[in-house]
């Protein structure tokens, strides 16, 4: 959190082996970005910025912000590949005698396990089916979306044109709010949730965004 608050000033931040922070003006400072056109976070206009020595920073964090709790960033894994993983992990135990019953949007998958051997080969092919289910929804989406685009294009008549529509509840954002990275750094004992339904005209590649708390 304190390295975001220096980078975001202008400086990089990097705590030693034991955690601790040297004297903020010895930092190196942010490089900037001006090659990002608009997309410049840190364009040479910008300066450093002082900033509060990481024990003060401590402090007034430790007074102020006493009901946030600092958690370790969540790994950004798809849900099928974090059953996967799960699923390994479980079954690495020495009870090899599992049965393992598992449902998914496009298959059932049963895990009987009876040995060390069996367990990898059947988790392996479990996770050899999600993916070629992927890959087949994935092909199918490719091909409703050109069938919208080629009707846009060509003008199709109204009662004749096909329209893709792809919906889908974006991430979760909470207020306050404090970086853009998916899984935040910190939460707050009672957030306010808000949350964001998107559909996107596959035709006219624009996206709907209804937001609500």
Known sequence: M???????????????????YKEWMNYPERVHDDHLGDMASWPQSSYP?????????????????NKIQIRP?????????????????????????????????????????????????????AAAKRVKATVSQKILADQKIENARSSLNNNVPYNE???????????????????GEQVGEVYFYSPIGIYCLGIVDSG???????VYS
């Not at 044109?161 to 970086?179: E, R």
């Not at 006219?204 to 209804?210: C, G, P, T, W």
Request: aromatic fraction near 14%; include cysteine; charged fraction near 25%.
């Open 2 to 20: 304190y390295e975001r608050f220096c980078f975001e000033h202008g400086w990089i931040a990097r705590a030693d082996a034991k955690g601790n």
């Open 73 to 125: 960033p969540g790994r950004d894994t798809c849900l099928q590949c974090n059953i996967f993983r799960n699923q390994h992990q479980y079954l690495g135990s020495e009870n090899n005698d599992i049965n393992l019953f598992e449902s998914s949007d496009f298959n059932e998958v049963i895990v009987v396990v009876n040995s060390a051997e069996e367990r990898d080969e059947q988790l392996i092919i």
């Open 161 to 179: 044109k096909v329209v893709t529509l792809v919906m889908d509840y974006c991430q979760n954002l909470d207020l306050p709010h404090v970086g």
């Open 49 to 65: 910025q002082i900033i509060f020595s990481w024990g003060s920073f401590w402090d007034i964090w430790k007074k102020h912000r």
């Open 204 to 210: 006219k590649e624009k996206l709907y965004a209804y």
